[in-house]
């Protein structure tokens, strides 16, 4: 039995991952973030400050560490997809219901809700091009630790949100070693992703990594030798 072309007996052995990986996001969530906010406020950073450093440790260690892991022990897509999902609809009902998760639920935004959709979204639709899950890791991994390391540059600098090109800097050098996974192809993409991160009026949860994977896509089927992996 299939589900749009994925195994039912594919879905059925990645369970018990994705509910480790389930468990893993939550805590980070609701505990470890928390925790972060907590100890931030507490060495003299504003609310916002900690509120921002609490979403970065969101941005590393769950949506992040999960694309990450996904080539290594993941068979499918489904599940992986689902999981961001039902964590978009966490996060969204918050804000709809006025009761938000106030370490790093920002009234002003909701663009935690944008990151794990998209999220989902490339991890699920990629994978029917490249079924080793990098073509959809490379541009989530951007979004999640070339973006998350930006903002945490940029806040200790500067203890607010803002854009400045340490940040940038900082981005640029991860997402070239994360891009390079991709050959030259992902080292362009890495440089076209901190470029676009700045734009103040975009949300970067969503034109980083479809800029990047809209770059890694035609290369993909037009240039295949700029995707051989340098590493």
């Known amino acids: 039995m299939e589900i749009i072309g994925i195994s039912s007996e594919d879905i059925i052995a990645d369970l018990p991952i994705v509910?480790?990986?389930v468990i893993w996001n939550l805590f980070v969530i609701l505990v470890l973030s928390k925790e972060v906010y907590k100890f931030a406020l507490r060495k003299g950073r504003s609310e916002h400050s900690s509120m921002y450093f609490s979403r970065k440790v969101i941005h590393f260690l769950a949506g992040g560490l999960t694309a990450a892991l996904l080539p290594f022990i993941a068979k499918e897509?489904?599940?992986?997809?689902?999981?961001?999902f039902g964590f978009?609809?966490?996060t969204y009902v918050p804000h709809k219901i006025n009761k938000l998760m106030y370490w790093f639920q920002d009234p002003e935004n909701a663009y935690e809700v944008d990151f794990t959709i998209v999220w989902g979204i490339v991890i699920l639709l990629t994978w029917y091009i490249d079924k080793t899950f990098w073509l959809g890791v490379i541009p989530v991994l951007f979004m999640s630790w070339g973006d998350g390391i930006?903002?945490?540059?940029?806040?200790?600098?500067?203890n607010k949100r803002t854009k400045a090109w340490e940040g940038t800097m900082g981005m640029l050098i991860l997402d070239t070693i994360i891009g390079a996974k991709m050959g030259l192809a992902g080292i362009i993409a890495a440089v076209v992703s901190a470029l676009v991160e700045r734009i103040e009026f975009l949300d970067d949860n969503v034109s980083v990594p479809l800029v990047s994977l809209i770059i890694l896509l035609i290369a993909k089927i037009y240039f295949t030798p700029l995707t051989i992996p340098l590493f």
């Open 19 to 21: 509910a480790v990986l």
């Open 88 to 90: 978009a609809l966490m």
């Open 150 to 158: 930006t903002g945490i540059i940029r806040n200790l600098m500067y």
């Open 77 to 84: 897509p489904f599940l992986p997809a689902l999981l961001a």
